[in-house]
């Protein structure tokens, strides 16, 4: 029986098992988690609209009915021998393959700067998103403590106007001004500030212009202060500032800049880009291992964007591969078929784009919700995230507003 | 105006707030947390049926609407000085009061075996919960990743069978049997054992006989081995040692045994019992301090148990006290009004002790599933609370079942 080893249980990773459910293949999926994460919502963790599990779903439960998955195995890969065609855990063991699809992901990189993880945490792991809504609600729990500090307590920088960090602050000037809003009685949480830095002129870069614009403009009518052509030039524990030479108080910055593709990469002994990428062959695999392929985040496409329904595809794509490789068919090679992006911003607002068809606003704020309910795996947390969408929707509040661990 | 100042904001603190509503007072509440926590239901987010914030719910939000809830600090107390009528906080301020409502709790207790929390940990706080989920579910992990050892790793063992310790065991059996059937490979879930150690000769030692004897049997036919009558002499990393000699190897450990309450009893000046609680005059006041109350987990009154109804009606009954001083009219001894108590011990089985009727199984279920989705507080959660039972009750799945933070 051949033997398949996916490393990795994201969008890649999930949708190159699944897509292999009917093949003659023998599966072992290996994973730090234990669970899949729906990374597209991982803000509205952050910012206490979701709970963890509302967007984690365990890995054991969505290939339960999968006979041709041998093993669902809780890990981390620490070597890859090409050679051997082994895969090696830290616990110890390791694992044979005959095909082999890496889809370990990225994670978020401070550009050299690690000593500004401390005072602006990234958002890439479920950790990340309660580390952070942990920082944003002690801050409005810490400015009623000391009204005098309110100011600087109640100042939030994001970092990186991309999809994640547009999201944050929009998310961010909501929680101030709706859902604490008559709950503190020595500060008006709907005065604090939302700054939005971005190195380059405008907002979600990777959109048209057009869009970028609507969404600047959105942004600013929520409140947010919208910093574009400013780079960072130091972080600290009491702000950060800018290149231009702008010093902001803020007690609270928050990571939505780089990425930095997963450490496994290197293990492949073939060429990376800057990112951490790998440069893969036409057909996904790597050069010289046509046995070996890797798919999300960790590959590097031109013209490919780091989104999930591009993982989603490679992922599909290398296991049809394989199929073919079997049956004695020719491989393709991967085209990534746009089907378009959107990007929200706040309650009803967002921008969508299809090529064909741009807009921003209220409709493609529902365009968003519907795409992102549909791609939830599994019914139950998709029921139950839409519930809590239709709650704070009518009512402002948001369920998930606890902060555990003591914030000292 | 009167100030009042309440410390913790579980059932007897948020009780008594509510109750004064409407007086002439004006109130600060104190917690180290900023939510409220619903502890009778800790255990189903340590066994991964509920998500922390179902069973949380912002203090802030409590209080939105109440106008006397002059503020809502978190901070923790650290001092009282009861000659200056002040409370002193760890973040360096003091709050002055005219009328003191202390409502701080109880944590768990070793019996001065602080060195076995490392491999038994118990459940008081959320972050318990998360930590003892944790470990359960990476009991499992681990067993696939060694099924060699998975005798050792799929033993768990619950120390204590008072209504947590048999809420545990129940759940425990019910994810190994139900929850994980079909999605390990390499070991058979459905063969953990469960074991539960209770010292005295009965589970639910407080409950009548009849009701301990019908808890034993639900138990037994879930598959749960009860040892009553035994005392633990050893825990470690690998199980425990009882004083009858036995050994039970085990990688779980969960510690559902002794109470010890609030170490903030001990700044009161006043003669504490064994388990570190408060002796309250007849009105729930400290001696010699009329303006002083204990309520709640952290009061001892004779006769009444350390449960949540016992903790609102102290709660709500301190409140009335204040309220006629203030009116000028003579203050009422506190009287515990027993309901009736219900344990539970798994899906359709439960005990039910309402005096003059006593009954175990499905309807003792239904209950208690009755009366704890009606005091959940806050209509959301209620809600939320009663799908996520519901959903878990027809599919026998569990929707927390996410590992955050590596075990290792």
């Given at each position: 029986?051949t033997r398949v ?5 994201g969008?890649g ?11 003659p293949?023998?599966i072992?999926?290996?994973?730090r988690?234990n669970f899949?994460?729906?990374q597209?919502?991982?803000y509205?963790?952050?910012t206490?609209a979701?709970?963890?599990s ?7 439960s969505?290939f339960?009915?999968?006979?041709n ?9 620490v070597d890859i021998?090409l050679?051997?065609r ?8 390791s694992l ?5 699809v890496?889809?370990?992901g990225?994670?978020?990189?401070y550009?050299g700067?690690?000593d500004w993880?401390e005072?602006?945490?990234g958002?890439k792991t479920?950790e990340d998103a ?8 002690a801050?409005?729990e ?7 500090r309110?100011?600087e307590?109640?100042?939030f920088v994001?970092i990186g106007a991309?999809?994640?960090?547009v999201?944050l602050a929009?998310a ?5 001004v709706?859902?604490?809003s008559r709950e ?6 709907s005065?604090?500030?939302?700054l939005?830095?971005e190195?380059?002129?405008r ?11 609507s969404?600047r403009?959105q942004?600013?009518?929520m409140?947010?202060?919208v910093?574009?052509g400013e780079?960072?030039s130091?972080?600290d524990?009491?702000g950060v ?8 108080e803020a007690a609270t910055?928050?990571w939505?800049a780089g990425v930095?593709?997963s450490?496994?990469g290197a293990?492949?002994g073939?060429?990376?880009d800057?990112?951490?990428?790998v ?5 996904l695999?790597i050069p ?11 590959a590097?496409v031109?013209g490919v ?6 993982a989603?595809q ?5 296991a049809?591969?394989?199929?073919a490789?079997i ?5 393709q090679?991967f ?11 706040g ?8 090529g064909?068809?741009r ?9 968003w919700?519907?795409?992102h309910?549909?791609?939830?795996i ?11 969408w ?7 509040r948001?369920g998930?507003?606890i ?6």
């Open positions: 029986m080893v996916v490393v990795g249980a969008f990773g999930l949708n190159a098992v699944k897509t292999l459910r009917r093949a293949v023998q072992e999926v290996v994973d988690r899949h994460l729906f597209p919502l991982l509205q963790v952050a206490a979701l709970n963890p509302d967007i984690a779903y365990p890995i054991r969505v339960r009915g999968q006979d998955v041998a093993a669902v195995i809780m890990d981390e890969v021998d050679g051997e082994e895969v090696k855990l830290a616990d110890g063991g044979s393959y005959d095909y082999l890496v889809a370990s990225a994670t978020h990189s550009f700067r690690d993880a005072h602006a945490p958002l479920l309660v580390r952070m809504r942990r920082h944003i609600l801050a409005f810490e400015a009623e403590r000391h009204p005098d309110a100011e307590l109640l100042t994001v991309g999809p994640t960090g999201e929009g961010l000037i909501e929680i101030a709706h859902s604490m503190f009685r020595r500060i008006d949480p005065r604090a500030r939302v939005l830095v190195g380059t002129d907002v979600l870069p990777p959109y048209p212009e057009q869009l970028s614009a969404a403009k942004l600013e009518g409140g947010v202060e910093l574009t780079m960072v130091e972080v524990a009491r500032t800018l290149a231009s030479g702008q010093r902001i910055v928050l939505a930095q593709a450490s496994l293990k492949l073939v060429s990376l800057r990112a951490g990428r440069e893969v062959e036409p057909d695999s010289g291992h046509p046995e070996v392929f890797v798919v999300g985040d960790l590097r031109p964007p780091g989104v999930a329904p591009a989603i490679m992922g599909r794509h290398v049809r591969n394989i199929i490789d049956e004695g068919r020719a491989r090679p085209r990534y078929r746009n089907k378009g992006s959107l990007a929200t911003i309650r009803a607002r967002a921008v969508a784009d299809f064909w068809l807009f921003g606003g209220f409709f493609a704020w529902v365009a919700l519907a795409v309910i549909w791609y939830l599994g019914f139950r947390n998709r029921f139950l995230v839409f519930l809590n239709a709650w704070n929707y009518v009512t402002f948001r998930a507003r902060i555990t661990q003591l914030p000292r």
